[in-house]
């Protein structure tokens, strides 16, 4: 597969190793990065990793029930259609350990672990005029510097554990989802508080359920869930993989988010209602995220929207036997899939289990955590166990949390005091030859991710042979190209109803202090590929070179 010989650092005079490439990370992003530039480009590329193995998400998340909301067949990397042949999804929505063990294959099979340093968290990154080099230091004191720096730290993976006053005194266990123990926890015999109703812990409910005395799940702000409806492939759907990898890449290039379908063409208002209801009654029992492709006007158009959203209010109100609790999880505040919208396997069933309640702590917020559990204005609720599902600081806390300086030691977190501000989520004005993978103001978390990461890795390469083939030793983008992409990110998340969900982590709702500034890039991925394409082919519009 290698195309080219990758060439072993050499030392400079202080020591580290001089590197052209030094990449954050050894996620998907990370690792296929990493076969891009050194297997493709023939760069010396050194790739450090927080953790102990390759996986990013998918090495830290391993609380119960995760698994991929993106279908199997269509969440991995297409470059290679070889790749895609050989191996086998089992089932439609993959658990954590097979997604494992499928990014360990990959790194198995492209030689990468050898170019990763593991257990190397970077705490700064600096910027050298001088030499025109990135500095990287690790929180262990290691030093390292290359002429390019590449991010590949995911989106989600500052977990974000709510300021809650009493935490130290909790004399039980506690666990965020996104740094779960290797080993496992087991819930049985314990009282079990999770905290937090988002992707993951609905994710997680019905399963914790399954073993412990009792689960309360203490929800702030209900959402609405739809069924995966998750299954074993058929040896029918695993040939028609096999035999349509190239296919299916096309069709994951071709839409909006990245996934193998379309957003339909039909439109909910003009849809008469008992055709609505039966279209919306074929994606409920198809499931999956798909649901809410089923019309295309349910993202632009709140009237839309209402149908999509009453849909599923009912089916809720149908599944849950309580009337108060159907009621806390239906009082939702926001449009349909204005919040990233979770599936789910019996998460609303879960309610009907005699060892599970549901603590409404909007209505009585939490004010404590005590050494025996947690007091909400209302009562208290003694526990063995609590399970914070409460979500990252997203898209910018991977990166703020590291001490990230351009030009004249320039702060990354003061540029983006007020919001992050890049040029096509790839490069920042002032920051020379430091690129984003997936960073805010591109596609990133709206799209089937591996989609996202194979486009702006390959991007990234294609610039970078491109500086090398020209001369070129430093790119970084115009000013006034970024100010016009962050109007363009703008626009875009106003042109849906995105926007209006104000409470979500899109916009940063849920950290405390964070801008409130819609991150993301919504104008979906096949334009936004384009629009990186043309920018390459005119010359690398917007960006500034030197030699
Ligand atoms: P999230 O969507 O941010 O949800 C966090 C939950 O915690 C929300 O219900 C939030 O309530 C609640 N919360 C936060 N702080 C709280 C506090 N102090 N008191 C009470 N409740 C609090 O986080 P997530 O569920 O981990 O999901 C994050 C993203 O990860 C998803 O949107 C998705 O993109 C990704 N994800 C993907 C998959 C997958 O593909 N398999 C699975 C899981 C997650 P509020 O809404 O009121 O803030």
Known sequence: MNSATTHDPESTPGGSPALDAIIIGAGLAGLYQLHCLRDRLGLSVQVLETGGGVGGTWYW?????????????AYGFSFSEELMRDWDWTERFPEQKEILRYIDHFA???????????????????????????????????????KFLITAV??????????????????????????????????????????????????????IAETAQHLSVFQRSPTYSVPARNAPWTAEFKRYVKENAAEIRRATHATPSGHPFANSERLALQTPPHERQAIYEAAWRKGGVEFRTAFGDIMLNKEANDTAAEFVRNKILQIVKDPVTAHKLTDIDHPYAGKR??????????????????????????????????????????????VFATGYDALTGPLLRMDIRGR???????????????YLGLQMEGFPNLFTITGPGSPSVLTNMPVAIEQHSDWIADCIAHMRAQGLERIEP????????????????????????????????????????????????ARYRKICADVATNGYEGFRFSS
């Open 61 to 73: 998340n391993r609380y119960p029930g995760a698994r991929c909301d993106s279908e199997s067949h």
């Open 108 to 146: 198995d099979r492209f030689d990468l672990r050898r170019s990763i340093r593991f257990n190397a968290r970077v705490s700064a990154a600096h910027y050298n005029d001088a030499t025109n080099r990135w500095e990287v230091r690790t929180a262990s004191g290691e030093s390292f510097n290359a």
């Open 154 to 207: 995911g989106c989600l993976s500052a977990a974000n554990v709510p300021t809650i006053a009493g935490l130290d005194s909790f004399q039980g266990q506690w666990y965020h989802t996104g740094q779960w123990p290797h080993e496992g926890v087991n819930f049985a015999g314990k009282r079990v508080g999770l905290i937090g109703t988002g992707s993951t812990g609905i994710q997680a409910a019905p399963v």
């Open 341 to 386: 919208p979770p599936v789910d396997t019996d998460y609303y069933e879960t309610f009907n289990r005699d060892n599970v309640s549901l603590v409404d702590v909007r209505a009585a917020p939490i004010e404590e955590i005590t050494a025996t559990g947690i007091r909400t204005r209302d009562g208290h609720y003694p526990l063995d166990i609590i």
């Open 408 to 422: 004249s030691g320039r702060l990354l977190a003061d540029d983006w005091k007020d919001g992050p501000r890049s």
């Open 478 to 525: 115009q000013a006034q190209a970024m100010g016009d992409w962050m109007l363009k990110v703008t626009e875009a998340a106003s042109a849906t109803l995105l926007s209006t969900a104000t409470t979500s982590w899109y916009l940063g709702a849920n950290v405390p202090g964070k801008p409130r500034v819609f991150m993301p890039y919504s104008g979906g991925m």
